[in-house]
Structure formats: structure tokens, C-alpha cells
T-cell receptor
Framework: GAVVSQHPSRVICKSGTSVKIECRSL??????MFWYRQFPKKSLMLMAT?????????EQGVEKDKFLINHASLTLSTLTVTSAHPEDSSFYIC???????????????FGPGTRLTVL | QQPVQSPQAVILREGEDAVINCSSS?????VHWYRQKHGEAPVFLMI?????EQKGHEKISASFNEKKQQSSLYLTASQLSYSGTYFC??????????????FGKGTHLIIQP
């Protein structure tokens, strides 16, 4: 159980285009999903917290107008990188938890990641 | 604030033991440990909650010292499959709901036959 999928696994796009990445919890309902970014040989950096039915909470330094997050249902969150540039090339990973608004310290199950390359 | 992991890297022979440390300057609610292999997503190992607990299964265990805001991951009789980068992720004691994790820079573990 507790499987999280991401689509696509890899995407190459031209500078200036927008890219949408999907994160799905396959066998559980995820009230909270998180989006992380990982540059080569670096640690994962939290970008935003996404709660179903509400606006995402972005970490300091992350442009909310550039990284659009939509958490439309309890099993799907999407991250859209708008007007992508080469410096946005990275490994984007989502995680999902069954944690509720009042609880935390629940296991975060990570998706397989999406490798974005912007030419 | 990013937790500090040590050591940065360690090379072991199969069967040897390793300890990876994670410390934070902030009050923590929980510490999460993950292992990541090259090109793959992190794989969950365990969570430790404040209150100072110790957890483990088989040859991988961990402890969390709430007073020192430190956690240690213990790998005993290491196997080749243990190779990878180990990250600790810390969750703030903010009193609110589920929080994203702040990860350390990782500890690279190489197990040689």
C-alpha cells in the first residue's frame, strides 16, 4: 500500500513553455501533498505544501506565480512550471501523507520523481 | 533551518556497522529517515517522534534525543543493498498540522564487498 505515482517521469521542453506534473496517491486519500525540488547531488528542498481544496502554502523564495499548484482531489495534485527556463531544470518529487490538519508526523510517501530538462 | 548531518560520507565493508547523525538547532516534533539511491526517489525508513524514542527493525534502528534535538541512525552488519544517500528530514514543532520536511544534506554510504 501507500503508493504515489508521478507523471511524466521525464520531460524535456523548450525555454518559455509550461510543464505540468501530476502526483497521484494510488491507494489512499492524501489530505496533504508536498512538492520538493532536488538539484543534482543536493538535498531535497521543500517548495510548497498542498492541502486538498485550499490554496497551497509556498516556502520562502518559491514564486507562487511560477510554480502553480492545484490539489483538486484527495488523490491528485498538480505542479505547473510556467514559462520554464533552464535554471528550472531539476528533479521534482512529490510526497503524500494521510495527515490531517490537526495532526502531523505522518509518514510521507514519495513519488518516483519527474526529471525536468529545459533547453 | 536545515538539519546538519554527519558524516558527509562513509565507506564500509560488508558486515561493518555505521552511525549517521542528524542535529537541529530548532525544536523538533519528529525526525524522518530516508534512503535514496541514485536517480530514484527517497524511500522511507522510519519516523521518530519527540518524547525521545528509539525504533528499529532488523539491522536498522534509530534514536531521537529530544533534549539535544539530535537523531542517530544505526546500521548494523551492513549489506550491499544499504548503499545510498541517507537523509534525515525534520518536522518543526509548530503546533499545527502536517508540515513539509526540511532535509539535511545527506550522508553518502558506500558498502564494499
Amino acid at each position: 500500500g501507500a503508493v504515489v505515482s508521478q507523471h511524466p517521469s521525464r520531460v524535456i521542453c523548450k525555454s518559455g513553455t509550461s510543464v505540468k506534473i501530476e502526483c497521484r496517491s494510488l491507494d489512499f486519500q492524501a489530505t496533504t501533498m508536498f512538492w520538493y525540488r532536488q538539484f543534482p547531488k543536493k538535498s531535497l528542498m521543500l517548495m510548497a505544501t498542498s492541502n486538498e481544496g485550499s490554496k497551497a502554502t509556498y516556502e520562502q523564495g518559491v514564486e507562487k506565480d511560477k510554480f502553480l499548484i492545484n490539489h483538486a482531489s484527495l488523490t491528485l495534485s498538480t505542479l505547473t512550471v510556467t514559462s520554464a527556463h533552464p535554471e528550472d531544470s531539476s528533479f521534482y518529487i512529490c510526497s503524500a501523507t494521510v495527515g490531517t490538519f490537526l495532526s502531523h508526523a505522518d509518514t510521507q510517501y514519495f513519488g518516483p520523481g519527474t526529471r525536468l530538462t529545459v533547453l | 533551518q536545515q538539519p546538519v548531518q554527519s558524516p558527509q560520507a562513509v565507506i564500509l565493508r560488508e558486515g561493518e556497522d555505521a552511525v549517521i547523525n542528524c542535529s537541529s538547532s530548532k525544536a523538533l516534533y519528529s525526525v524522518h529517515w530516508y534512503r535514496q539511491k541514485h536517480g530514484e526517489a527517497p524511500v522511507f525508513l522510519m519516523i521518530l517522534l519527540k518524547g525521545g524514542e528509539q525504533k528499529g527493525h532488523e539491522k536498522i534502528s534509530a534514536s531521537f534525543n529530544e533534549k539535544k534535538q539530535q537523531s542517530s541512525l544505526y546500521l548494523t552488519a551492513s549489506q550491499l543493498s544499504y548503499s545510498g544517500t541517507y537523509f534525515c528530514g525534520t518536522e518543526r514543532d509548530s503546533g499545527g498540522g502536517a508540515d513539509g520536511l526540511t532535509f539535511g544534506k545527506g550522508t553518502h554510504l558506500i558498502i564494499q564487498p
